[in-house]
């Protein structure tokens, strides 16, 4: 199974699908030889530009209007995509929010229930509507990539939301793929990708750490989806994430305070955060 393309002739389901990274993987999809496209967003307008663009490949590509923050739009939007495509093989948990603030200027609501709700419950009402059926289809490979970051990996001052996000999201996953494996769902493979900075607007302002340029989204696409292709476990790019959790994880915390503060600057990289104007 290792040597069989997982995404050929699969339904590809992506949320976050409307532009950035989530647009990148559904070009990945089809490049792969997807059969069909479920691509979900909140943005209709820029949801409908691309599903037009992308079905002039004469593939299936449909648009799912959800706001995943909504236990009740999952349902409904997955209710949708398994009467229509059928139940997904692959699944990409790709969209998310930042809010960068310290932690007592965030909205109880807004920013504190909002970024939980969008970037840890939403990959995991979304994986569990779909799960049973990937489970029950053992005769294909299937995978779940889950899009984390090096933020739920280590402490960084102004992200403390953010952050606890993320962790939440690498326990979920992580602790998912080892359930799987011990069941005998040998067929599913759960990818978590803990990237660093990407250019995509969404981190407007914020400076990479020392060794740590801020990535492409095609560079950071390339890398967790090849990830997602093997199955491997976690992918953290660039290497510098995986150097900053071994010493985080040998430093007593105060020496790691300094390291991280004064050598590699990671707890002032969000300093001049701005954000994109719409998050």
Same mark, same amino acid.
């Given at each position: 199974?290792? *040597? ?24 990945? !999809? ?5 059969? /069909? ?31 995943? #923050? ?44 909002? *970024? ?8 995991m009402w979304l994986t569990r ?20 970051? !090096? ?21 979920? #996953? ?24 990407? #250019?995509?607007?969404?981190? !407007? ?13 095609? !560079?950071?696409?390339?890398? /967790? ?20 959790m071994a010493l985080r994880g ?23 955060? *701005? ?5």
């Amino acid at each position: 199974m290792a *040597t069989r393309n997982p995404v050929a002739g699969a339904t590809v389901l992506i949320t976050g699908a409307a532009r950035g990274m989530g647009a990148l993987y559904a070009r990945r !999809a089809l490049a792969a030889g997807a059969r /069909a496209l479920a691509l979900w967003d909140i943005d209709q307008a820029a949801l409908d530009e691309q599903v037009t663009e992308l079905r002039a490949s004469g593939a299936d590509v449909r648009g799912y209007r959800v706001d995943i #923050s909504q236990l009740e739009e999952i349902r409904a939007g997955a209710a949708r995509v398994r009467e229509e495509l059928g139940a997904p093989q692959i699944l990409i948990n790709n969209a998310g929010i930042v809010r960068g603030a310290p932690f007592w200027e965030h909205d109880d609501v807004r920013d504190i229930e909002g *970024t939980m709700r969008v970037n840890a419950l939403a990959a995991m009402w979304l994986t569990r509507q779909f799960l049973p059926d990937m489970m029950a289809d053992a005769g294909r490979p299937h995978r779940i990539l889950n899009i984390a970051s !090096a933020a739920g990996t280590l402490a960084n001052p102004n992200m403390s939301v953010y952050a606890a996000s993320k962790w939440a999201l690498i326990g979920w #996953s992580d602790s998912l793929r080892l359930e799987l494996v011990a069941s005998g769902h040998r067929h599913i493979a759960v990818t978590t990708f803990c990237p660093s900075y990407i #250019s995509t607007g969404m981190f !407007a302002g914020a400076r990479g750490p020392l060794l740590t340029p801020i990535m492409t989204p095609r !560079a950071a696409t390339r890398a /967790a989806w090849h990830g997602m292709l093997r199955g491997t476990p976690m992918v953290l790019r660039p290497w510098t994430v995986k150097l900053a959790m071994a010493l985080r994880g040998v430093l007593p915390t105060r020496v790691w305070d300094l390291v991280a503060d004064r050598v590699f600057k990671v707890y002032s990289s969000m300093d001049e955060f *701005t954000g994109r104007p719409a998050d």
